[in-house]
């Protein structure tokens, strides 16, 4: 049986108060998520990661945090975010911590799905999950981190479907959720694209249901 390692949260003090006015400041939904893969490291460990993917990176930390567990492996480390400062900031964050993260200022995936086709092994996703009117989703600004429409699924349903042709065969995706998002329907969504899910964390944080589902093919 193996040791658990134990990895230090990124350091973050870098950051500025009036970034927050930018950029989504990391909460329970990031620690858990930095929990999460700390549980699964030996699971990640093992795939040999050479391309890992945060969509929607905010600060950085989850992909910096992925990169410090990962620093035996040359893998590479992209981000992506829609927010201009806030793929400044990862960037930053990354150097903070001794790794190179590679940020891109996109929508989602958009113009990296071709080139990242069946390449992605590790893939992070902390989405606007919060339920809202759908005129918040969307949006350039600070409420675009955390809006999400009715559901609080709007956004992570646009992404969902990309995931199949992402993820590399091995590839292992994991996604930050609410109770009111429906994990079961979107156990159901990627079933049928041939994923199988498991919960790997859940914890309450006021009224919110936390949860970090992992996604993996359904192996035969």
Known sequence: MSMSTSFPTPILSHLKTDDFDYI???????????DALEKDHDRINQLRPSTCLEVGCGSGICITFLATMLKSFPS???CTDINQRAAEIAQQTGQANDVHIQPVVTDLVGGLEERLEGQVDILLFN???????????GSRGLEAAWAGGERGRQVTDRLLP???DLLSPKGMFYLVVIKENNPEEIQQMMKTMGFEMETVLTRRTGPELLSILRFQRTTT
């Open 76 to 78: 590479l480390y992209l």
């Open 24 to 34: 989504y400041e990391p909460a329970e939904d990031s620690f858990l998520l930095l």
């Open 162 to 164: 990309k995931v199949p």
């Open 127 to 137: 989405p606007p999950y919060v339920v809202t009117p759908e005129s918040e989703v």
